[in-house]
């Protein structure tokens, strides 16, 4: 069998296994999966998705709910694990405040402590709506939690961004590894967000090399954006793709117009990864604010979920205004490549495209 027909098949037979008849998975974006993108990607014959982090347990049920009154296509529920809790500094704090008070509204002290959404409690509520797949991203479920929702049919996608961490995974239960090359939007899956900035690998080295390393079959994502790269992360041992940013320009994705364009405009050099945001490293449009606050005589972000806290007043402010300087516009490097259609179209060029190059 020659390696385009082997591609082929491996990704037909991971189709078939999850009722696609595409290989193709919106990405989990929390904020950026609402509903009805969900319903467009499982029409054109992909998975849906939702980015579950900033969902309280009754909007996950809800979001659950409506996504099955509109479609019977597969999806997946998607968190992340929850990091250590973080060194407080307030003398820092105060510092990246002032700063911050020059981009948005001023941040009081009180808006830092704002905690995340319960951890467990968003577990209980992915568990009981049993989706087809629960995915990881930042590292590993707990052990009762992956023996839970085994026991109920739900496979776990793990993403991973080395060899590493996709082998841990493995060995945790994961029943598919999501390989996420840096090139990829959002934020860096590390599982060490100290390190994150320190392995920062390409899918074209990452992917063959996962796929090499492990059994399980092998899901690449990062800076994939149209039918030649779906191709080329088959060949290099992919059984599908997840892409986030080339779905982020169709109507259904409803994101800030400043943001879906600049997307639209983005060369590869106009994305830089920073902490500045979240305090987890993730890839933005390099917009004045993620250049400002990434220079050298600016105050360090503070760590995740910190930063996050103190950059809201900022983002909610740009989003009001359509002003892409104080917005999180999260983009992978192959932006340009995402199109203004419908998202059941873009799935569906996405694997013709890719079929007649196989
Ligand atoms: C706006 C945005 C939010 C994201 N949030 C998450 C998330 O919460 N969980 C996750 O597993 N991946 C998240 N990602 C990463 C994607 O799952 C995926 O790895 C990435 O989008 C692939 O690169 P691409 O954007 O170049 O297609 C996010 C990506 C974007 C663009």
Redesign the pocket.
């Known amino acids: 069998m020659t390696d385009t027909q082997d591609a082929l098949r491996r990704a037909l037979s991971f189709a078939d296994d999850y009722g696609l008849q595409a290989p193709i998975i919106l ?4 904020g ?1 999966t609402p509903v009805p993108l969900s319903v467009a990607v499982t029409s054109g014959g992909g998975m849906g998705s939702c ?1 579950v ?1 900033l969902m309280t347990p009754d909007q996950i049920k809800s979001w659950v709910l409506d996504m099955r009154a509109s479609s019977n296509g597969t999806f997946q529920l ?1 968190t ?1 694990i929850p990091d250590p809790d973080p060194i407080r500094d307030q003398q820092h704090e105060t510092e990246v405040r002032n700063f911050l008070g020059n981009w948005g509204p001023a941040v009081s002290e009180t808006d830092v402590d704002v905690p995340l959404i319960d951890f467990p409690s968003q577990c209980e509520a992915m568990l009981e709506a049993g989706p087809a797949v629960i ?1 990881s ?1 930042m590292g590993l479920y707990p052990p009762e939690f992956v023996a839970r929702f085994k026991a109920k049919g739900i496979k776990w996608f793990a ?1 991973a961004t080395t060899v590493a961490e996709a082998l841990q995974a493995e060995r945790a239960g994961a029943d598919v590894i ?1 390989a ?1 090359g840096m ?5 860096k ?1 590390a599982f060490n967000a100290a390190d994150a900035d320190k392995n920062m690998i390409g899918l074209f080295s990452l992917l063959p090399a996962v796929s090499n390393a492990v059994k399980v079959p092998v899901v690449a ?5 149209d039918p030649r790269g779906v191709a080329a992360a088959l060949i290099l041992g992919a059984s599908a793709v ?5 779905f ?1 320009r169709s109507p259904e994705a409803k994101i800030p117009n400043a943001w879906a364009d600049a997307i639209g405009e983005a060369e590869p050099e106009d994305t830089l990864v920073s902490r500045v945001f979240s305090g987890r490293l993730g890839r933005s449009i390099q917009t004045r604010y993620a250049m400002a606050a990434t220079a050298q005589d600016t105050p360090k972000p503070a760590p995740y979920p910190i930063q996050r806290n103190l950059t809201k007043a900022m983002r909610d402010d740009a989003v009001k205004k359509n002003n892409l300087d104080g917005m999180q516009a ?5 932006a340009k490549l995402a199109s203004p259609i419908s998202a059941e179209q873009i799935v569906m060029n996405l694997w013709e495209g890719a079929q007649k190059l196989l």
């Open positions: 990405a989990p974006m929390p950026a980015g982090l998607n992340w995915s991203i993403k999501v996420q090139e990829a939007g959002g934020h899956g994502s990062g800076g994939i954006g997840e892409i986030g940013t080339g982020l999260w983009a992978g490097q192959s």
